[in-house]
């Protein structure tokens, strides 16, 4: 959302003595997120109102020449080609040397220069609404209202140009509706600078509710008002023609907040939509009347049926569904209410008469609408906060003033079927006083009270405010407070439904006086204990990082083909339904297959030797649910040994890694030919790969790769790795090593076999029962069936 | 072997018939090349199967007990300095050692949770829009990647709500990975690291948790900071804010130069509730923010994209 200074300073008064960047400083750091800041207080420099005082076709070409009126400086000569210029009218003239304001945020802005056109000196232009950057109107040049105006006049002081536009984030506004409306942001803005807030004029004094039963009869009938709380309906007949188009306020606001000038009617529903934060819908009454069949409007708001369908303002035609609200001509859909208007009853400039809509919407319905139709509109984003009921009829009727040139109110209703009693009533605002007096409240529930103490505030946010402050400080913002020793009753007021517990009127007080006036204080509490699983973690990155590997993190999604290439059931994993892209279509159920992605990589880089390692958690639909009802994951361990070019066996080198981290951790494990099968250990080749156990239980897999796996990640031969199970490990971890001193006898012992070296190793722990033995190289003569293994042993 | 000459027999046959599609009466040709076709493909992709199967079976077995291999030297680890932690991990530790210090328990994130720990449990209304600002994942079972290490919330004041009884206190953090669908760019990535912080006690207000956000910063960068804050809103705190450091001076910051670290506030009593702990008797206060953006300071670092890329030249800066 886009705000502008200047709008803004209309509804509340700044002291002088608050600069513009103390002021968005603390709209920053009490009211809302400022994402940015964009400064137009130079874009209408060298733009001024001139008088065209005389005009001479140029023969032969659509061009005109005049001579303007500039002010002090006297006649000057320029060529212009628009159709509507003429002789007396006041338009707009862009000065040589002045930059063209549209283009003052594109990377070569447009500077106007001084040029002969057809042998005739032009100096400067005269300029159209969509090179002034107020929408796309390119039809001619802008015109101005005479009388607000002479010659020479600064184009930016006339309608308050030099402005800063702040960007408001809007998703930190997500529970204040009112806000989304320059009035109700006014009015926070006065309590952050600790003044009272002077409710604006802007929203008529005068009840034009008499008009109901005049003239023009016009029905509503909302089927529930779960999905519709209010429903007001003005009619507009034309008496006369609207003004000349001139250049006005509203158009320069309206494109300073992000929207364009359409037309008078448009432009007035989304003038003030952006002032007080509820959206309008303008209706052509005779097409209205004409869909419906009958002789007057008969509207009906319900929700679609399914199959139902409707062709939108922007000619989309949308396939509706049962969670839709939309709006009928009689049975007839003619609009998606809160989103957007039908096609079938669209104003155009032939429109006569108006039906002007001023409404409130479910936000749970609009919500699904929003996403369903893919549908983001100004109007929409303000429906989805849940704009309250308590406006419509008041933000109708301004809208009528606005267009009295051209319409008068010839009939109306007001459909409010259930009418809730406002938290409070704001007696200083007329809205609020009409608000009580429309609506009888005797149906209603007893107005909803938050009771705290100023001992409460101060104790959440820890701070010394006192009664009064307190008390000051929410009514400058609408609230209603009775006080009495240090106890607080209050009322919120109509415009805030999100009030309704302590700590929201406890956050009022802290935001408002400023979170940063609190002091920070350290509490003291109790020493923490240790996460084993953490420590173990940080342990084995510091152990394997010294060992000269990598660590890596790769993506927890993966794609359904990674999963088929390394043969793990595509099946077994969960699969995103909304997944950004196939690669990242499902959850991985080990760490080999996306660290062999990232071997295959760095091969590519080329890096000539490394291990590169992660731990991170998996899941495997097979491993079922835990207490929760939530997929059980696993903390694991993977590594993975690669190098270009090297003839050796690559298990050992892998091996070497899970034993060394082993050793390193006091776990006793053994390696054995591997007999299970688990997700982990689907891409690793069984005749080259060992199951690692730890007091007999299975804990992960170390092995080289199958062949068809290595090809299908297009990696050198010399290749192999580790998975593990690091809940399995955890418990094992001990911190304490075994320490022994004294001097020792080392020898070595080679012995010629044809049995694996585990067999052999238990014969020699049998003899040497003390000993440490640790392993010698094997050789194997060529030709000869036995191996000569050789082990070193230290006692 | 002779599972792949057979496949390869029955292509050759496949092809034959192929080749009589003109004896076939016009009308039934289209049914009869895609009844090939498919058959075509099946074995196709059998045959893939079996040269993959083929590739497997020429491998020798090896002796997995041993050190190493036959007439080969010993295997030895790469060296030290080669070797490197990746800085996401080293700074999350860092991190967590920092709040140990101060008393935090760690609890770390799941990586798969469901819309009750994400959402329901932490005050957000049914189908409210603002459950639509987190841009979530799904799986098909309606399980979420979670897209904010709050998620853990519940489940951390469930776990401590004894210790909070018998202590007085509960004070955890939760580091974790999460997800958000977003696109990935320079400075969005939709896997990246947060750390959650939750505290509760009888008497706790805001500007202890103002003092703890300090104090852990200012260790953290090792010096004095200013800090500031701005209201935001998050369904589970209130009031809710957001944290603001001025960028320290030893990372190139100016005065008044100030960064976003995080969400905070006051834990909702609707939070509280749900845990089974008495918002009557107990306050606490939460926090919740990105680890990405704190080591891409630190580091100097431009493009988020680096930390996923598993690239090697970037991950050696960091041994």
Not at chain 1, 350 to 364: D, G, R
Not at chain 1, 448 to 453: A, F, L, N, P, R
Not at chain 1, 519 to 543: D, S
Request: net charge negative.
């Amino acid at each position: 959302m886009k705000i502008s200074l200047n709008w803004l300073k209309k509804y509340v008064k700044i002291p002088e003595s608050v600069s513009n960047e103390e002021l968005i400083r603390l709209i920053g750091s009490r009211l809302v997120e400022v994402e940015g800041v964009i400064d137009e207080t130079h874009k209408y420099d060298n733009i001024y109102i001139v008088r065209v005082e005389t005009c001479e076709k140029i023969p032969d070409t659509h061009l005109t020449l005049c001579q303007i009126n500039v002010g002090d400086s006297g006649l000057v000569q320029v060529v212009c080609g628009a159709p509507n210029v003429r002789e007396g009218m006041l338009a707009v003239w862009i000065a040589p040397g002045a930059i063209v304001p549209a283009s003052v945020h594109e990377d070569a802005p447009f500077v106007i220069g001084k040029r002969k056109m057809q042998g005739y000196e032009s100096n400067g232009m005269l300029a159209g609404a969509d090179e002034l950057d107020f929408g796309e109107d390119h039809s001619g040049i802008v015109e101005i209202e005479p009388e607000t105006a002479v010659p020479g006049d600064k184009l930016a002081d006339v309608f308050e140009l030099n402005d800063l536009i702040l960007e408001i984030e809007n998703k930190s506004l997500t529970h204040r509706p009112d806000c989304f409306g320059i009035i109700g942001f006014a009015r926070e803005v006065a309590g952050v600078l600790g003044a009272k807030f002077e409710p604006a004029r802007i929203l008529a004094e005068t009840s034009v509710k008499k008009a109901f039963s005049a003239t023009r009869a016009i029905t509503i009938s909302i089927s529930s008002p779960n999905i519709c709380q209010r429903y007001t309906a003005l009619i507009l007949e034309k008496h006369g023609e609207m003004k000349a188009k001139y250049l006005t306020w509203v158009d320069t606001v309206l494109s300073k907040s992000g929207m364009k000038p359409i037309s008078p009617i448009v432009d007035a529903t989304n003038y003030l939509m952006l002032l007080t934060g509820q959206p309008l819908h303008a209706f052509d009454y005779d097409k209205f009347v004409a869909v419906g069949g009958k002789d007057k409007p008969e509207i009906v708001v319900r929700l679609a049926r399914a199959g139902e369908k409707l062709i939108l303002l922007d000619d989309t035609e949308v396939e509706l569904n049962e969670n839709d609200i939309v709006i009928c001509s009689g049975e007839t859909p003619v609009a998606l209410a809160g989103a957007m208007g039908g096609k079938s009853t669209m104003i155009d400039e032939n429109t006569k008469n108006i039906i002007l809509e001023s409404a409130t919407f479910s936000l749970y319905n609009l919500r699904k609408t929003q996403m369903a139709h893919g549908i983001f509109s100004e109007a929409v984003t303000r429906f989805t906060k849940g704009q309250p009921p308590y406006q419509t009829l008041a933000v109708a009727e301004a809208c009528a003033e606005m267009l009295a040139d051209g319409f008068k109110v010839t009939g109306g209703a007001d459909e409010y079927p259930q009418p809730e009693r406002p938290n409070a009533v704001d007696r200083r605002s007329s809205v609020g006083r009409r608000f009580e007096e429309e609506n009888k409240f005797s149906s209603c529930s007893s107005p909803t009270t938050v009771k705290i103490t100023t001992e409460e505030i101060n104790g959440l946010l820890g701070t010394d405010y006192d009664e009064k402050s307190i008390a000051q400080t929410l009514e400058n913002v609408g609230f209603g407070v009775k006080s009495k020793r240090n106890e607080l009753e209050i009322l919120a007021p109509l415009w805030r439904t999100d009030i309704h517990i302590k700590e929201d009127i406890t956050e009022e007080v802290g935001r408002l006086n400023g979170y940063d006036n609190i002091e920070p204080t350290l509490p003291l509490h109790a020493t923490a204990e240790k996460n084993e699983m953490w420590e173990l973690k940080k342990q084995i990155r510091n152990t394997l990082a010294r060992f000269g590997a990598n660590e890596v993190l790769t993506y927890s999604f993966v794609s359904g083909r990674l999963l088929e290439r390394v043969g793990q059931d595509v099946k077994n994993s969960y699969r995103i339904v909304n997944s950004i892209s196939p690669e990242l279509q499902y959850i991985r159920q080990s760490l080999t297959p996306s660290l062999l992605e990232k071997t295959y990589l760095n091969e590519k880089l080329p890096v000539e030797k490394f291990a590169i390692f992660e731990m991170n958690q998996v899941y495997c639909k097979e491993w079922g649910v835990d207490a929760e009802k939530v997929p059980a994951g696993r903390m694991k361990l993977g590594l993975v040994v690669a190098e270009r070019k090297n003839p050796e066996t690559a298990f050992y080198k892998a091996k070497l890694y899970a034993a060394k981290l082993f050793s390193e951790l006091n776990i006793s494990a053994e390696f054995v030919p591997i007999k299970r099968v688990e997700a982990e250990s689907k891409p690793y080749e069984p005749k080259r790969t060992a199951e690692i156990l730890i007091d007999g239980e299975y804990v992960g897999v170390v092995g080289e790769f199958k062949n068809s796996v290595r090809s299908e990640f297009k990696l050198a031969p010399y290749v192999a790795g580790f998975e593990i199970d690091l809940e399995l490990v955890k418990n094992q971890a001990r911190s304490t090593r075994e320490i022994k001193f004294g001097a020792k006898k080392k020898e070595d012992v080679t012995i010629t076999t044809d049995r694996t070296y585990a067999e052999v190793l238990r014969e020699l722990k049998d003899k040497y029962p003390e000993a440490t033995i640790t392993p010698g190289t094997i050789y194997q003569a060529p030709g000869q069936k036995n191996r000569n293994i050789t082990f070193h042993i230290e006692y | 072997m002779v599972e792949l000459d057979q496949l390869k027999q029955e292509l050759k046959k496949l092809n034959v018939e192929a080749g009589k599609i003109r004896e076939i009466a016009v009308e039934k040709r289209a049914e009869f090349g895609r009844k090939l076709n498919l058959r075509k493909r099946e074995i196709l992709a059998r045959i893939a199967e079996a040269e993959r199967a083929a590739l497997d079976v020429e491998v020798q077995p090896i002796d997995v007990t041993a050190w190493s291999g036959v007439n080969e030297p010993l295997p030895e680890l790469y060296p030290t300095l080669q070797g490197s932690r990746h800085p996401l991990m080293t700074e999350l530790d860092r991190v967590t050692e920092i709040y140990q210090m101060m008393g935090f328990e760690v609890v770390e994130s799941q990586q798969l949770d469901d819309e009750y720990h994400m959402f329901d449990t932490l005050n957000f209304a049914k189908d409210h829009p603002a459950r639509d600002g987190y841009d979530t994942f799904r799986t098909e079972e309606g399980l979420i990647p979670p897209a904010h290490t709050s998620t853990m919330q519940n489940r951390v004041l469930k776990r401590y709500r004894k210790q909070l009884e018998g202590r007085g206190t509960l004070a955890v953090v939760v580091p974790g990975r999460v997800y958000r669908n977003e696109d990935v760019d320079a400075t969005h990535e939709h896997t990246f690291y947060q750390c959650e912080g939750v505290y509760v006690s009888r008497d706790c207000n805001m500007g202890q948790m103002l003092g703890i956000l300090k104090e852990f910063f200012e260790k953290y960068y090792e010096q004095k900071l200013n800090i500031r804050t701005q209201p935001g809103y998050f369904p589970f705190t209130e009031p809710s804010l957001e944290f603001m450091i001025e960028k320290p001076k030893s990372l190139g910051g100016k005065k008044g130069d100030f960064l976003e670290m995080l969400g905070c506030g006051m834990i909702h009593p609707n939070v509280l509730k749900m845990a089974g702990i008495d918002p009557e008797e107990y306050h606490g206060f939460a926090w919740g923010g990105g680890i990405d953006r704190l080591v891409m300071l630190r580091y100097g670092l431009d493009d988020v994209r680096y930390f996923e890329s598993g690239n090697l030249n970037f991950l050696r800066e960091f041994g």
